[in-house]
């Protein structure tokens, strides 16, 4: 089942986005536990920006989401302060700073808001002509109800940010959701319960094989160990490999049976291997 902080990183991944962590304080100085992200989002095609919040459950701060839109003139001043973004090519290109603000704020809260403060909220940010849209814990319920995840992504840890997180977003954007711990796991899940949740509910496991993978004996090992006992006990196909910076022998020092599974090549691209991947999970 995804989680509402998996939503968050996913609804907008098609937009370009600049962000930051916040912490909240007491009043001697120290932090209240509780990571609150705030995103800038980008939308050059619409010549458009909007913002997002993931406020987690902050005990000690009744309405942490009222105290937050005051710092939304400061994420607007990000092109300027922080990071300097353009598109397009030179010659035609669009800068950050020209984009217009829609008034859009995505407030996912994982402790629902009340309904009067809400509607206080709503009224406020009307006047500055903002427009609020909350989503908490019914909008993950209801998003899960239609989106369960169709394979679960077994990857070496050093390889998440080149590969399986690129992998994951544009599976995503193909309308294929996945269980990715970095979009699915969140302060406090159990890691060992969730994979083997997502091990044991998702049809297929896409596995990333590469040379940290094939020599990694701890999680990455016993993951692959759980997928090709489920092969066995359900008598199907589960596995679909994907193969980068390994050559067939590699592979078959590792394990004989998966040398013989027809693998989609890393370097075709990664928007070709999610196509590839999709239609396989589709058939």
């Known amino acids: ?15 370009l986005t600049v962000q930051e962590q916040w912490n909240f304080s007491n009043a001697d100085g120290t932090n209240i536990e509780g990571e609150v992200i705030a995103r ?16 987690p459950k902050i005990e000690g701060v009744e309405c942490p989401e009222a105290l937050l839109l005051n710092k939304i003139p400061e994420m607007l001043s990000w092109p300027e302060t922080k990071v300097a973004v353009s598109a397009g090519f030179q010659g035609d290109q669009t800068d950050a700073r020209d984009l217009i603000f829609t008034g859009r704020v995505y407030l996912y809260s ?21 427009s609020l849209v909350f989503r908490s814990v019914d909008y993950m319920n209801m998003r899960n109800r239609w989106e369960k995840p169709r394979a679960f992504i077994s990857h070496d ?34 890691l060992r319960e969730s994979i083997e949740t997502g091990l044991k509910e998702c049809p297929k ?17 016993r993951e692959y160990d759980s997928i090709f006992t489920r092969e066995l006990v359900e008598k199907q196909r589960v596995i679909l490999p994907v193969w980068h910076g390994v050559a067939a022998e590699d592979v078959y020092k590792y394990s004989p ?18 196509r590839k991947l999709t239609h396989s999970i589709d058939a």
């Open 110 to 130: 994982e402790r629902a808001v009340r309904e009067d403060l809400k509607a206080m909220m709503m009224a406020e940010a009307k006047a500055r002509g903002h």
């Open 1 to 15: 089942m995804a989680s509402l902080h998996e939503y968050f990183k996913k609804d907008s991944s098609s937009n």
């Open 205 to 221: 496991c896409i596995l990333i094989l590469t040379p940290n993978f094939l020599s990694n004996g701890g999680w990455s090992k």
């Open 257 to 274: 049976i998966l040398a013989d599974r027809f693998a989609v090549q890393w370097s075709m691209g990664v928007e070709e291997v999610a």
């Open 157 to 190: 840890s050093r390889d998440k940010r080149e590969i399986a997180e690129p992998l994951a977003i544009q599976l995503q954007k193909f309308m294929c959701s996945v269980w990715y711990d970095d979009f699915t796991l969140k302060v406090g899940d159990s």
């Open 40 to 55: 800038l989002h980008y939308d050059f095609d619409a010549f458009a920006k909007y913002v997002s919040f993931f406020i």
